[in-house]
């Protein structure tokens, strides 16, 4: 009688274990994935600040907002700080982040 079950009980619990370890490894490469684009979309903002300042004279900074998932310009207008979206930025340039 154990030897009979002995047999149906190795392959699902081997089963088990080959699943729960793919299921390991897909996880893994997913957050993997995750920080990839982070990373990359962290590097495109940093990149952008040189081309800005040249446009704009009162950007002081470009960062990445995870929450948001999007660029933000840092600028000072009136003495103030104000953080604008980068499409924000490229859609209205005079009004959002205008020359001083």
């Known amino acids: 009688m154990k ?15 080959l699943g729960l370890s793919f299921f390991a490894v897909q996880v893994h ?12 979309n962290e590097t495109k903002c940093r990149d952008l600040t040189e081309k ?9 900074a470009v960062f990445y907002k995870e929450q948001e998932h999007n660029c933000f310009v840092r600028s000072i207008n009136e003495g103030y700080y104000e953080d604008y979206p980068i499409e924000d930025l490229y859609l209205h340039p005079l009004e959002r982040a205008p020359i001083y």
């Not at 490469?29 to 990359?40: P, T, Y």
């Not at 800005?52 to 002081?60: D, E, F, G």
């Open 3 to 17: 030897k009979e079950l002995l047999i149906p009980l190795s392959i699902v619990i081997a089963s088990l274990v």
């Open 52 to 60: 800005l300042r040249k446009n704009w004279t009162n950007v002081v």
């Open 29 to 40: 490469k997913a957050n993997s994935i995750e920080k990839q684009q982070l990373f990359s």
